[in-house]
């Protein structure tokens, strides 16, 4: 199939799936009890029915549900999520202020685990028949990460190296009140990055580990690495040129849908350390029932997982042209 | 000091060495006078919806704008009205006219001059339109406002409302800049996020999820004051992560909530931790088991005294919230003057429970009762399980139903509930808030804190109305003790404990707790004895 057709019915279908995840969204958070009037009303420790009356037009609660859903499509179509009526301000501006940081966040924690975990799972599968304490030693360390809860290990982290050893922050995203620049800015931002990125990371390298540790071990075994080494190549050109980027395949696969999950992973990390993302934004907002927001911050996610994905499919297909092209089978 | 909430002689020396090391600390390092400089670092927890508690009673409203926006008058600990923004006041015999002074040389944050307009702008034209309860009041008694001269604001009603002074406090209404303010959607005011006052702190920055910062006010109208420079207040959403920054001194003080009950202990023997139950008296929280009196059994009041009974409040306090409070009395608050320390009261007693229920010849086998538990944190879902055996133990059949928050909000001011649990602050005088849980005016569908109960009686309804109208003296103290012998007979409300809020502090934070209301106060005496790190 040509690439750009290709691209142009994955672009289609990612499209149709934000859509769905809009609609479904939309009435899910709409079927979900409380009253987002009631809630505001009651912080502002009024009971007047007139109030709530108002709040409810105001936000467009008074109108049929199907009426509602309309125009918020039209709206989301017009690039506009609409307000936060208990933020006092645009779903918009309020993703954009926080948005930054979960994207640091999982970016730094995305990199770490892939990179390092590519890494460990090569070094493992090497060390399979020499060493096979090292093998062993990688594994089972992998194993103890993946299964320890990430919040419980975040408070671990903060205990031994903020509270107890004081060597990083506890909590935030920078040291408010000092007026930092340049360098020492950026060495504050990581100072603080340090500890929220290796929790959110920690339980996706274990499974790097496990996943690039087993593709590397069966694409050792297969019949085109026996061609390659009769052939006389060099054993790394071997590892790297050929094993590597077979046993990558599943690897990138997982990294697709591991961006998803970071963005809910980011959300516990975030209420942790005091993060100022948007995992946070969303937790705030479905308490306060704020529906505009709560699905702003849907739409968004959604688009990042979709995006990752189609990203994702498109990698996989320049590692081996033969993915949807017709010819893999 | 506290210290009803750290119990067992283990806890005790624990205290002791932790007083002891604070004070050997100050002394190693203490300032000779109250020293100027320094930023404090608080915690916001949640984060406020708005800067402006003149419009957002939440607490964490409060905590923050206290010290940018300021009331006419606060309240010291025994609740006696202190100057503020009014400088002095008096009332004429007949309880139908209120003159203010006002402080001089005061100016808004922008520059702009306070006068008595704002006043007159606040209680005439803002509160009328925000607050309902108020509007409601000030109609009911007549209120207006005016300014005879620029610094003088005169109240006039038509018929004498004795807890006026309570609703001018700082806490709840401070005043508003007219210029700021005049001829704008109140609510949708710019200013609400940014506010402009008169207080010791200006509004610098707020970044939110992370934190809001004030700076000193230059111009502040106390000369000399404030003596901190700055002050942060950090947006951390987990109780862990609080107790870890507290330990750290990052932040260095934590309110009552904002750590877990039971990390309460090992945090306030940290050295150099100072513990108080102080500075909550106006507040006075009451904790609750609110019941739906329209519900079977529930509507025979000889049940809703069993049920009573049959609770060991003392247990609650002991072991679900780890001693912070003490056994309710009553109605009304036993901390404040209007409680009546003769009520009967309902001591823990399984055998006088059964009996009742036997006397009242209903079968509460019969009917399955629903307690609501809304998401109030551990203690309380502990709470609504412990009240769950009790009662099964005396026969009834009871669901929990746990739901989230703003589920809770709901269902709750739609009367969907048998059973829950829910807490007032009294705010002084209990007709200004407790009224609303009772009167038959007031059983309406917008509120979790309305008469959701559905609870009737023209005895307490006119005793509701005695006291309003009656100056305060002994026929309104009279009148407040009969109407609290009725509400304790009648139980629409039964009083589970009498909330204290522990505060926990870092030795260096000076003059912290020293109103009624001391962590909304404006901290313009709080200084730093040492710099926090």
Redesign the interface.
């Given at each position: 199939m040509n690439g750009l057709i290709y691209l142009g019915l994955r672009l289609g279908r990612a499209a149709a799936v934000i859509v769905g995840v809009l609609v479904l969204s939309f009435l899910l958070v709409r079927m979900?009890?409380?009253?987002?009037a009631?809630?505001?009303?009651?912080?502002?420790?009024?009971?007047?029915?007139q109030?709530?009356a108002r709040l409810h037009h105001d936000m467009g609660l008074d109108r049929p549900l199907p009426a509602q859903l309309l125009t918020y499509l039209n709206q989301v179509a017009h690039l506009d999520l609409g307000y936060s009526y208990?933020?006092?301000a645009t779903v918009w501006s309020?993703i954009a202020?926080?948005l930054p940081?979960t994207l640091l966040l999982m970016g730094s924690a995305f990199v770490l685990s892939s990179v390092l975990g590519v890494a460990l799972g090569v070094i493992a599968a090497r060390s399979q028949r020499r060493h096979g304490w090292l093998d062993k030693l990688i594994s089972q360390g992998a194993l103890l990460l993946y299964a320890t809860p990430s919040f419980w290990l975040a408070?671990l982290l903060?205990?031994l190296f903020?509270?107890v050893l004081?060597w990083l922050?506890?909590?935030?995203?920078?040291t408010?009140?000092q007026d930092l620049h340049g360098w020492a800015r950026l060495t504050d931002y990581a100072a603080h990055l340090l500890l929220p990125c290796l929790s959110l990371s920690f339980l996706f390298l274990a499974l790097y580990i496990h996943l690039t540790r087993a593709a590397m071990l069966e694409a050792m075994g297969q019949e085109y690495v026996k061609t390659a080494r009769a052939k006389g190549l060099k054993p790394s050109r071997i590892l790297y040129g050929h094993v590597l980027r077979n046993a990558l395949l599943p690897v990138v696969t997982f990294a697709g849908l591991q961006l998803g999950q970071l963005a809910s992973g980011a959300l516990l990390i975030e209420?942790?350390?005091?993060w100022?993302?948007i995992g946070?934004?969303l937790?705030?907002a479905l308490?306060?029932?704020d529906y505009a927001l709560l699905l702003g911050v849907f739409l968004v996610i959604s688009l990042l997982v979709v995006g990752f994905n189609l990203l994702t499919d498109l990698i996989c297909r320049w590692l081996d042209p033969r993915i949807g092209s017709g010819r893999q089978h | 000091m506290p210290i009803k909430l750290f119990k067992g002689p283990r806890a005790a020396r624990q205290i002791v060495a932790a007083l002891a090391a604070s004070v050997l600390l100050s002394v190693g390092s203490a300032y000779a006078d109250p020293h100027a400089g320094g930023t404090l670092n608080l915690v916001s927890q949640p984060e406020p919806p708005s800067l402006m508690h003149g419009l957002v009673t939440h607490v964490s409203t409060q905590y923050v704008s206290g010290k940018v926006l300021q009331g006419l008058l606060t309240f010291d600990t025994n609740l006696k009205p202190q100057p503020v923004l009014a400088k002095s006041w008096s009332a004429s015999p007949d309880g139908l006219t209120y003159t203010f002074e006002l402080q001089d040389g005061v100016r808004w944050h922008d520059g702009q001059p306070f006068t008595a307009d704002d006043v007159v702008f606040s209680f005439q034209t803002f509160y009328p339109e925000t607050d309902v309860r108020l509007a409601g009041i000030f109609k009911e008694f007549g209120v207006s406002v005016d300014s005879p001269k620029p610094l003088e604001v005169v109240f006039h009603l038509k018929k004498p409302f004795a807890p006026l002074l309570y609703s001018l406090g700082n806490g709840l209404r401070p005043i508003a800049p007219k210029h700021l303010y005049a001829g704008t959607d109140f609510r949708t005011n710019p200013y609400n996020l940014k506010p402009i006052g008169t207080g010791p702190f200006v509004f610098k920055e707020w970044k939110r999820g992370s934190y809001i910062k004030l700076v000193k006010n230059p111009d502040y109208w106390k000369k000399g004051l404030p003596y901190l420079d700055e002050i942060v207040f950090h947006v951390i959403p987990d109780a862990s992560s609080r107790a870890a920054a507290f330990e750290r001194n990052d932040v260095q003080v934590l309110r009552s909530g904002d750590a877990d009950y039971s990390d309460l202990q090992r945090l306030s023997a940290l050295p150099g931790v100072v513990a108080s139950e102080k500075g909550y008296e106006l507040y006075a929280g009451l904790a609750f088991l609110q019941i739906n009196v329209r519900k079977p059994p529930l509507d025979n009041v000889k049940i809703r005294q069993a049920i009573l009974y049959a609770l060991n409040r003392q247990f609650i306090i002991d072991n679900i919230f780890f001693g912070a409070g003490k056994v309710g009395q009553g109605p009304f608050s036993s901390s404040t003057p209007f409680h009546d320390p003769k009520l009967p009261q309902y001591t823990f007693d399984l055998a006088k429970a059964k009996a009742l229920i036997a006397e009242s010849g209903v079968d509460v086998s019969k009917t399955r009762i629903r307690l609501l538990n809304g998401e109030k944190g551990g203690a309380w879902e502990r709470l609504a399980e412990y009240t769950k055996q009790s009662l099964q133990g005396l026969g009834f059949k009871v669901d929990v139903v746990t739901s989230d928050a703003a589920t809770w909000v709901q269902r709750v001011s739609n009367w969907d509930f048998d059973l829950t649990y829910n807490f007032i602050f009294q705010i002084g005088d209990p007709y200004l808030t407790n009224s609303y849980l009772y009167r038959t005016d007031t059983i309406v569908k917008t509120s979790p804190f309305a008469n959701v109960s559905g609870y009737q009686n023209p005895v307490a309804d006119a005793l509701w109305d005695k006291v309003a109208n009656t100056p305060d003296g002994p026929a309104r103290t009279q009148a407040y003790s009969e109407l609290e012998n009725v509400l304790n007979t009648d139980l629409p409300l039964a009083p589970i404990f009498e909330m204290s809020f522990p505060t926990l502090y870092h030795s260096q934070v000076k003059n912290l707790l020293q109103t009624a209301t001391s962590l909304n106060e404006s901290y313009d005496n709080v200084y730093l004895d040492t710099p926090a790190p």
């Open positions: 979900a009890p409380g009253d987002p009631l809630l505001m009303a009651g912080e502002a420790g009024i009971d007047d029915a109030y709530i208990r933020n006092q309020l202020e926080r940081a408070l903060i205990l903020s509270v004081d922050p506890a909590f935030g995203m920078e408010v009140g209420v942790v350390y005091a100022p993302g946070r934004l937790y705030d308490s306060e029932r | -």
